[in-house]
């Protein structure tokens, strides 16, 4: 539990209700998820593929990649949300397998298990995402694929995911995020390099207001992803 915050934890639980409510609290996520999975699939080539979904929550990522063929597991501390993402999973007839279990303990019990492991939104929920990149590292097989997103940390990503999206648009519920808590491509890519991983693409996400759509973009100021492969 040392690389957990529970306060993160507890938020989401409350929310968990809300997972699949596609108007509801998580609108963004689903909104986003369809671009997130074809950066996945079109760099990694999904079926047939074993794959981890770390902090997975609800399940929406994890669920659409298994439907592209993947055998996926998600993983998560808010059993709440897994509940609701296994009762999903069963009425969808997905298959996929979810556990209420931290990252850095399911590395020491199932190293270089997995060809991919993603981690989307995740960082920036816990004390030390550094350990996270680690355990990352170690449950992909040599030669195996990662893909992180979060959040930068600067003027323009504070005003656009905290104040516009939380306060002014009302995308998100106020307090989800903590600007303290962005992390800055540099830094993940030090921790991709620290731990044994080559970057391989990096791109930015931004939402439009207007056509109320995201895409992927050059722009990697607020919401960026990285892809990364585990070194032979």
């Not at 897994?82 to 009762?87: D, E, G, T």
């Not at 999973?89 to 931290?102: D, F, K, P, T």
């Not at 307090?175 to 992390?183: E, V």
Request: aromatic share 8%; net charge negative; hydrophobic share 40%.
């Amino acid at each position: 539990m040392a690389n957990v915050e529970i306060a993160e934890v507890n938020k989401f639980a409350e929310l968990a209700h809300q997972w699949w409510d596609q108007q509801g609290v998580f609108k963004p996520l689903h909104q986003l998820n369809p671009i997130r999975l074809n950066y996945i699939d079109s760099r990694a080539l999904l079926k047939g593929k074993q794959v981890l979904d770390v902090g997975c929550g609800g399940g929406i990522l994890s669920e659409s990649m298994a439907q592209r063929g993947a055998h996926v597991m998600g993983i998560d501390m808010a059993d709440k949300s897994l509940q609701v993402a296994q009762l999903h999973a069963l009425e969808a007839g997905a298959q996929v397998s979810y556990r209420c279990i931290a990252v850095e303990a399911l590395a020491a019990e199932m190293p270089e298990q997995f060809d991919v492991v993603t981690c989307m939104e995740m960082l920036e929920h816990v004390p030390d995402p550094s350990s996270v990149v680690r355990a990352c590292a170690a449950l992909v097989k040599p030669g195996g694929q990662l893909f992180f997103s979060t959040l930068n940390r600067n003027a323009k990503a504070y005003l656009m995911a905290v104040v516009g999206a939380e306060y002014v648009l009302n995308l998100l519920p106020k307090g989800t995020h903590d600007y303290s808590k962005f992390i800055k491509p540099s830094e993940l890519a030090s921790w991709l390099r620290q731990s044994g991983l080559e970057l391989q693409h990096q791109t930015g996400v931004t939402y439009d207001p207007f056509s109320k759509q995201y895409k992927l973009t050059t722009d990697t100021n607020v919401n960026y992803m990285l892809h990364a492969v585990k070194e032979d």
